[in-house]
């Protein structure tokens, strides 16, 4: 959509060009048509950044991580999934999933990130869960976290973090940037950890 986009204003421009100094006519329907498709564009950027939610994972190449870890009384039951993305040359990603054993709530996704070769999880209290995902010989990779159930989610690069659907699902959203460090959305404040 972005480079049907960009030819577009591109050959608006071009047109635009040719009327100013041959004085044709105006290109109205290219004018329409290029603006239709920046509307169009911006939608869907907006839509991607604020209205999402873990619906949207691939799930018809799902492959089963660690799991079930059960918390220590029970009451929760932590699963991991793997999410093959791009092919021979793609990665995979890794999300985990919290089944509430003894409520009748819908299993909720609380971590989505990049799969790295050392992952597991463990619970440190009933509440509590540790997921670690790092790769030993790269320190800047390390995308582990505990997380206290119900309260507090962590999705990579941020989406969780900025959906408008979820803001009401947890007090605290962690992500991680590209400068490495971790950053805490919480009453929409932003706290560099």
């Not at 498709?37 to 018809?60: A, C, E, M």
């Not at 991580?65 to 999934?81: D, F, H, K, Q, R």
Request: overall charge positive; hydrophobic content about 40%; proline content about 4%.
């Amino acid at each position: 959509m972005f480079i049907i986009t960009s030819l577009l204003i591109l050959v608006f421009i071009f047109k635009l060009i040719i009327f100013f100094f041959k004085k044709k006519h105006f290109p109205k329907k290219l004018l329409l048509v290029s603006l239709l498709s920046v509307i169009i564009l911006l939608g869907l950027s907006v839509y991607k950044n604020y209205f999402f939610t873990f619906n949207s994972i691939d799930r018809s190449s799902i492959q089963i991580g660690p799991g079930p870890v059960l918390s220590p009384t029970e009451a929760y039951t932590a699963n991991a999934y793997y999410e093959p993305y791009g092919g021979a040359a793609g990665g995979v990603n890794v999300w985990v999933e919290i089944t509430y054993n003894h409520e009748d709530k819908p299993v909720k996704t609380v971590y989505y990130s990049d799969a790295k070769t050392n992952f597991s999880m463990k619970w440190l209290d009933e509440e509590t869960i540790y997921i670690v995902n790092d790769e030993p010989k790269y320190p800047t990779s390390n995308r582990s976290i505990k997380l206290v159930i119900g309260k507090e989610i962590y999705h990579e690069n941020g989406l969780a973090c900025k959906s408008l659907l979820m803001k009401d699902e947890y007090e605290n959203c962690y992500q991680t940037k590209l400068s490495d460090c971790t950053i805490l959305v919480s009453n929409n404040r932003l706290i560099l950890l």
